[in-house]
């Protein structure tokens, strides 16, 4: 047995889904910031064919949870709702045709309310954890996998060619930078500072320092002034504009994230201008169904396997202090924010 398989409550407890038992979770009353967040108890319903019970062993916060919170942007959930997505944690229990062990290691992304101490999940999402991966790991890379996965598909790219991604050392960024190099795609990695390093550890071919560095005279140099085939951008509004003149002829920017604010107005002369270039919006549409999410997180599993890929801890918070976890995800940590149910915060 794993370690950390011993943390947290005994399916005894309350969350074993149990007729009456009840779990522990974060909800968002209303839209806003993370003071519009509460814990509350509630009771957990029987298990349905196909679902099973997690007990959730650590949570991972992602940027799109604030923006949906926010009650402005195009993904919207019903006020109040459980809050969080991404975790890892133990099976406790399943529902009928559920092949998955009782006791089995797990981690997913793509099912709300999961920053609380128990989740009842369709199991075809839950992915198990390979013994080398803590649950920190399994709450940090899910998310994270299963975007760098579908973002490297939404625009195929051949090998040999070159792609730009921004923000190469975050959680999504060294995980795509893994996934294109892994297909022969030579990675431009931009990040700052010490953090180059870790893009390097990535599988990065080059690395642009934008703190020290003329972002697009270093990407035009190492393309021999052709320009890179696709640019994969979090950032959004501030970078917009230099992304465009990253792209060579009738390549592509990739936006999967507005990190600087609302993402800007997209004007076609523009893009005619820019060597007749493509530009989109990536989102949920790039998977289909349980079985694709799965599959994409498992496969960044194996590659975490095989390179140092986690962005590392910015902070550890328990479930009362889930509105504080939120506040350091807005604040721009350098990290993955992480609330642990049932430990305590560092």
């Avoid at 598909?153 to 999504?172: F, K, Q, Y």
């Avoid at 004007?267 to 493509?278: C, H, I, N, P, Q």
């Avoid at 479930?319 to 642990?340: F, H, T, W």
Wanted: charged residues 20%.
């Amino acid at each position: 047995m794993h370690n950390d398989q011993l943390h947290g409550n005994s399916p005894e407890e309350p969350g074993s889904g149990k007729a009456g038992m009840t779990r522990r979770v974060a909800r968002a009353l209303r839209a806003g910031g993370p003071e519009v967040i509460e814990v509350v108890e509630e009771e957990l319903a029987p298990l349905k064919s196909g679902e099973a019970l997690v007990r959730v062993e650590a949570v991972g916060l992602n940027h799109v949870e604030s923006l949906v919170r926010s009650g402005t942007y195009p993904i919207r959930f019903p006020f109040p709702y459980g809050v969080g997505v991404e975790g890892a944690g133990v099976v406790l229990a399943v529902g009928p045709e559920v092949a998955i062990p009782v006791g089995t290691r797990v981690c997913w992304t793509g099912v709300p309310g999961s920053c609380a101490t128990a989740v009842i999940a369709q199991a075809a999402m839950l992915v198990p954890l390979p013994d080398p991966l803590t649950f920190e790991d399994g709450a940090s890379l899910a998310h994270a996998g299963l975007t760098a996965a579908g973002l490297a598909r939404h625009w195929p790219l051949s090998e040999g060619s070159a792609a730009v991604v921004w923000g190469a050392a975050g959680a999504v960024g060294r995980l795509l930078v893994a996934t294109l190099t892994e297909r022969g795609v030579k990675v431009i990695g931009i990040a700052s500072g010490e953090r180059i390093e870790a893009v390097r550890a990535a599988g990065a071919a080059h690395t642009v320092d934008r703190s020290a560095e003329d972002v697009q005279a270093a990407v035009r140099a190492y393309t021999g002034g052709r320009g890179a085939a696709a640019v994969f951008d979090p950032v959004g509004a501030e970078t917009y504009k230099l992304s465009l003149s990253l792209l060579a002829r009738r390549g592509c920017l990739i936006n999967y994230g507005q990190l600087s604010g609302d993402l800007p107005s997209v004007d076609m002369k523009e893009l005619m201008t820019a060597g007749s270039v493509f530009v989109t919006k990536y989102g949920p549409g790039g998977v289909e169904g349980p079985g694709d999410v799965a599959g994409l997180i498992s496969d960044a599993l194996k590659l975490a396997a095989k390179r140092p890929l986690t962005s590392g801890v910015a902070g550890r918070f328990t479930l009362d202090q889930a509105a504080d976890a939120y506040r350091a995800l807005d604040s721009g940590a350098n990290g993955k924010v992480l609330v642990i149910p049932g430990g305590s915060a560092l």
